[in-house]
């Protein structure tokens, strides 16, 4: 079965520090990735997607990037938060390449900017 | 543009059955989901419907019209671990499965 794995849990950064959070995905080949924001009490934003290793599309202009290294493996980062960047992380996988209707969420980074 | 309108909070009884509705006015469409996500929780997946017509799962419904841009998700029977927010997703037509999520409508049951 697949699993998808996210850490860490919970990070509180000071603003103007760097940032890496990690996702990985197990039990699947090749799938479609992607990094959503979620603020508090809003819906989820699309931040970046992949559909293969070194392939980033970015949805909005923002302080983050994405790179994939490997066929699973899906990091988000940034060289110095803001304030605004507080909020939920989550990392979220589909099968690629195929009629798939379901993605599926990893249990979510909570990172607060202070 | 794109748009998703759920209702922000609705409350209801245990035991009761409760309609969540979403209008949704997106350039392209290919399938609106419905998500659970309890607070603190990552989504999970509750049903999908492309075509028009209702698609039942147990104790959970949903319905699409795709023609007037609308959709619901029925919840019957509820428990109290029902209480959650329900996510309300459009399918992008451009390809690579991409989602546009709504702002959630936050449902609590009481006993």
């Known amino acids: 079965s697949q699993t998808i794995h996210q850490w860490p849990a919970t990070l509180v950064q000071p603003v103007g520090s760097p940032l890496s959070l990690e996702c990985t995905v197990e039990g699947t080949s090749n799938p479609n990735l992607y990094w959503y924001r979620q603020a508090a009490g809003r819906g989820l934003q699309l931040l970046f997607y992949s559909v293969g290793i070194g392939q980033i599309s970015s949805e909005v202009p923002q302080n983050l990037s994405a790179s994939r290294p490997q066929d699973r493996q899906f990091i988000l980062s940034s060289k110095k938060l803001l304030l605004s960047d507080s909020g939920f992380y989550l990392c979220?996988?589909?099968?690629?390449?195929?009629?798939?209707?379901?993605?599926?969420f990893g249990p979510g980074t909570r990172l607060t900017v202070t | 543009g794109q748009n998703i309108d759920q209702p922000t909070e609705m409350t209801a009884t245990e035991g009761a059955i409760v309609q969540i509705n979403c209008t949704y006015q997106t350039s392209g469409f290919n399938g609106l989901f419905w998500y659970q996500q309890h607070a603190g929780e990552a989504p999970t997946f509750l049903s999908y419907?492309?075509?028009?017509g209702l698609e039942e799962k147990g104790r959970f419904s949903s319905f699409l019209s795709r023609s007037k841009g609308y959709s619901y998700l029925l919840l019957k029977e509820l428990q109290m671990k029902d209480s959650a927010s329900y996510l309300c997703?459009?399918?992008?037509?451009?390809?690579?499965?991409?989602?546009?999520f709504g702002a959630g409508t936050r449902l609590a049951v009481h006993p």
């Open positions: 979220a996988w589909s099968v690629g390449l195929a009629e798939t209707y379901e993605q599926y």
């Open positions: 419907n492309v075509l028009d």
């Open positions: 997703a459009v399918r992008d037509s451009g390809g690579y499965n991409k989602l546009i």
